[in-house]
């Protein structure tokens, strides 16, 4: 009997409803032979399902291979947000390279962030029926070709569509790569990763601050040929790197050679589902925002880590402004961006004290911590956040000295990063082999909110004044405190009445 191979991905009760039913007892090697009914009669089969220890299934690769994977993986997360933090500083040339308004030319950060938003609700969830590596190289690629018509145009609208096209291809960054470590990772060994995630994204935030001397020295042209160099390097990296990491694309896989060698009808887990392929794909394109309007925790966490994470690209334009008052040339203003940075750095190594709570939650429940052990430095980043921006708020002026509203300002980075790393280690424990959809439907309001918050930026501090504007957002963000405190004091209950999470939470139990 041929070698089986790890633990088969778990369905939602969507996915079972109008599965075939199968029947038959494992034997000694771990397959079992079984009979199916796929719509066309009875059938025999042998189900093929992950054995102990199998190298292939990617719980059981090596350290340095799950490494390498997350560390490219991470690459491309970092250049998607480059890509959308650079806009702010290289704001300072582009109207005049485009021939329109500051508003005209921050429009290409508002329709790229808006693609990041909408695509993955087809892509993310497409990956988890179809597989992850392609995606990642097919978009890679297109990503790199898109930087030509931005680097050479003078077109406002070529300069949009190339955007947002790009946004599209770019959202597996933001989308996929929690899926990828969920992938690789239990979740008691996940968020060491899903942190180093975090700061990926937090790098992205403050590696735009290098094109305010790029733009100054070189022209804007360079601006964008640097980021096509970057992401030209990510394609080589993903073709040498990156393999399949989804166990059912892998176990669906192996059936289908394991039926060419030996002439047995050989099926995994997801091959008992209907295979209509628009069906498939519209369910699972669906998926994401079916989890928005119906699972009460996805909808919670989508609202609430949203404003926080438009407060970054608000405060990209703002953190210019503001420290614009201290007679800083664009290259020095785009160094103001590296506060971001900073409070990531704080986030990533508050973080571990996180993992301490989760750990410790995990051996108190019997080696199998709730969700909302996630969060607990989740709760501290929301009072944090607002904190560091009220004081920021009110010492952001040329009389206080540059380095006390950058070090609030850091503060207040500090508790969006704790924040947003608890939000995608809490839905990929959540929602597990679907996280990708559960971090789509976040995604898609976070990114939202993100693509119009810079628009109007600018107007609304101008016309307030930095102060009062920044103290309106440490009011918003005051309320939005209350998330995470009420999602661990009563999280369980509204798992139980998801219906997703409450059937992943009795599969694994």
């Not at 490219?72 to 947000?81: D, E, H, K, N, P």
Request: with cysteine.
């Amino acid at each position: 009997m041929p070698p089986s191979s790890a633990t088969t991905q778990v369905a939602t009760p969507a996915d079972t409803a109008d599965e075939p039913k199968a029947v038959g007892e494992a034997d000694a090697a771990g397959t079992r032979r079984t009979t199916v009914d796929l719509g066309h009669g009875p059938e025999d089969v042998v189900l093929v399902d992950w054995a102990p220890r199998d190298p292939q299934n990617p719980f059981n690769w090596s350290s340095p291979r799950k490494a390498a994977t997350l560390a490219v993986a991470l690459f491309i997360s970092f250049l998607s947000t480059v890509m959308a933090s650079s806009v702010g500083i290289m704001a300072h040339w582009g109207p005049e390279w485009f021939r329109t308004s500051h508003t005209g030319y921050m429009l290409s950060i508002t329709t790229y962030l808006l693609a990041i938003a909408f695509t993955p609700l087809v892509l993310a969830p497409t990956s988890e029926m179809f597989g992850r590596n392609a995606i990642y190289q097919v978009t890679s690629v297109i990503s790199a070709l898109l930087f030509i018509p931005q680097a050479l145009s003078h077109s406002l609208p070529g300069l949009l569509a190339a955007r947002f096209f790009q946004g599209m291809v770019c959202s597996v960054g933001n989308s996929m790569v929690g899926g990828t470590v969920a992938d690789m990772y239990a979740a008691k060994h996940r968020g060491v990763a899903m942190n180093i995630f975090s700061l990926a994204m937090f790098a992205g935030q403050a590696g735009g601050a290098i094109f305010g001397w790029v733009g100054m020295r070189a022209g804007i042209q360079w601006c964008y040929g640097i980021q096509g160099l970057w992401a030209a390097l990510s394609c080589v990296l993903n073709a040498l790197v990156l393999r399949e990491t989804r166990g059912d694309v892998l176990l669906s896989r192996r059936a289908r050679r394991l039926t060419k060698q030996t002439g047995v009808k050989h099926l995994a887990a997801p091959d008992l589902r209907p295979r209509n392929m628009w069906s498939l794909v519209s369910q699972s394109a669906t998926r994401p925002l079916q989890y928005l309007f119906t699972e009460p925790i996805v909808a919670a966490v989508s609202l609430w880590i949203g404003f926080a994470w438009a407060t970054i690209w608000l405060g990209t334009s703002s953190t210019l402004l503001v420290f614009g008052q201290y007679g800083w040339d664009p290259a020095w203003q785009g160094m103001a961006l590296l506060i971001n940075l900073v409070g990531g750095v704080l986030g990533f190594a508050s973080n571990f004290h996180q993992e301490w709570l989760y750990q410790r939650a995990r051996r108190k429940h019997g080696g199998r911590a709730p969700p909302e052990a996630r969060l607990y430095w989740g709760a501290y980043g929301g009072l944090i956040f607002p904190l560091g921006m009220f004081i920021f708020a009110w010492t952001g002026q040329p009389q206080f000295h540059w380095a006390i509203p950058a070090t609030f300002l850091a503060l207040s980075m500090w508790g969006v990063y704790a924040m947003y790393s608890a939000v995608f280690t809490y839905l990929a424990d959540a929602y597990e082999t679907y996280s990708s959809s559960a971090q789509a439907a976040q995604s898609f309001v976070r990114n939202i909110f993100s693509g119009l918050f810079p628009l109007f930026a600018r107007t609304m501090y101008e016309r307030m004044g930095y102060p009062k504007a920044s103290t309106t957002v440490a009011s918003i963000g005051t309320v939005l405190a209350a998330a995470p405190i009420l999602l661990i004091v009563y999280g369980a209950r509204l798992r139980a009445r998801s219906k997703v999470a409450s059937a992943l939470a009795k599969d694994s139990a």
